[in-house]
């Protein structure tokens, strides 16, 4: 039976993906920095755990108490919606330590196990904002983007090891709690100036119909941690995937 640590599950992608990897029978270690019984189904194939990625100590914590793993999900992430002009740099500081830094050290804390070992899969969960231009998140793409090209490389260089690693992009999800999880953090990010334009933005935001469900990236992250090919970049929802063809 392997095993899969997923990153970030208290709640959408992460939450769906667990499940997801339950249901077809793996054992699934759910990582989240403050643990709840109640978001996942009872299983003896199942783990909670408390996981901090911004923190060498819960993440060393975390690895020693799970054990070997087959797959780790890079999936933790934060958000911020606002005009960069007024984003603080701390703000942007943040949603690097979480959504670049935190997945590098993840991944640099497996390494030695699946390098010894000769396999393993990473999977860096990242966004389609780094397929097409996105307004009003400037520094989350730039986070997203950064595991981009951190995982290109990393995929050549682990190759020799028969570690793989692959990206996941999901598309537009609002029934996430992306938004909720970052309100306190974008309070203020839409200075006078920008009023107009925002509320343009977000109407158009709001028209739309194609979008992605947690599903959709359960199914990718599944996707991409089976697939034994050459293939790099798993774009998960219907709107990622045109926007991929498109690109």
Same mark, same amino acid.
């Given at each position: 039976?392997?095993?899969?640590?997923?990153?970030?599950?208290?709640?959408?992608?992460?939450?769906?993906?667990?499940?997801?990897?339950?249901?077809?029978?793996?054992?699934?270690?759910?990582?989240?920095?403050?643990?709840?019984?109640?978001?996942?189904?009872?299983?003896?194939?199942?783990?909670?755990?408390?996981?901090?990625?911004?923190?060498?100590?819960?993440?060393?914590?975390?690895? =020693?108490? !799970?054990?070997?793993?087959? $797959? /780790?999900? %890079?999936?933790?992430?934060? &958000? #911020?919606?606002?005009?960069?002009?007024? *984003?603080?740099?701390?703000?942007?500081?943040?949603?690097?330590?979480?959504?670049?830094?935190? =997945?590098? !050290?993840?991944?640099?804390? $497996? /390494?030695? %196990?699946?390098?010894?070992? &000769? #396999?393993?899969?990473?999977?860096?969960? *990242?966004?389609?904002?780094?397929?097409?231009?996105?307004?009003?998140?400037?520094?989350?793409? =730039?986070?997203?983007?950064?595991?981009?090209?951190?995982?290109?490389?990393?995929?050549?260089?682990?190759?020799?090891?028969?570690?793989?690693?692959?990206?996941?992009?999901?598309?537009?999800?609002?029934?996430?709690?992306?938004?909720?999880?970052?309100?306190?953090?974008?309070?203020?990010?839409?200075?006078?100036?920008?009023?107009?334009?925002?509320?343009?933005?977000?109407?158009?935001?709001?028209?739309?119909?194609?979008?992605?469900?947690?599903?959709?990236?359960?199914?990718?992250?599944?996707?991409?941690?089976?697939?034994?090919?050459?293939?790099?970049?798993?774009?998960?929802?219907?709107?990622?995937?045109?926007?991929?063809?498109?690109?």
């Amino acid at each position: 039976m392997k095993t899969v640590l997923i990153t970030g599950c208290s709640s959408g992608y992460g939450l769906e993906t667990a499940r997801h990897f339950l249901d077809n029978g793996w054992s699934v270690v759910a990582t989240m920095r403050s643990p709840r019984d109640d978001v996942l189904p009872r299983s003896e194939r199942l783990r909670v755990l408390a996981l901090d990625v911004t923190r060498p100590e819960s993440i060393a914590q975390a690895l =020693a108490a !799970a054990g070997p793993i087959d $797959v /780790l999900v %890079n999936n933790a992430g934060i &958000g #911020a919606l606002g005009a960069f002009e007024a *984003t603080p740099m701390q703000t942007v500081r943040e949603l690097f330590e979480t959504n670049t830094f935190g =997945a590098m !050290a993840m991944t640099q804390a $497996v /390494l030695p %196990n699946f390098r010894q070992r &000769g #396999a393993g899969t990473i999977v860096n969960v *990242t966004s389609s904002a780094v397929l097409a231009p996105f307004p009003l998140v400037a520094a989350y793409t =730039a986070s997203k983007t950064a595991i981009e090209g951190f995982t290109e490389s990393l995929a050549l260089e682990l190759a020799q090891f028969g570690v793989r690693v692959k990206l996941v992009q999901p598309g537009y999800g609002p029934d996430t709690r992306f938004a909720d999880n970052g309100a306190a953090r974008m309070q203020g990010l839409i200075p006078e100036p920008y009023g107009a334009y925002a509320q343009r933005v977000f109407g158009e935001f709001a028209g739309v119909r194609v979008m992605t469900r947690p599903a959709d990236v359960a199914q990718g992250v599944w996707q991409a941690a089976n697939d034994t090919s050459a293939q790099l970049r798993f774009p998960a929802g219907p709107d990622a995937v045109a926007l991929a063809r498109a690109s």
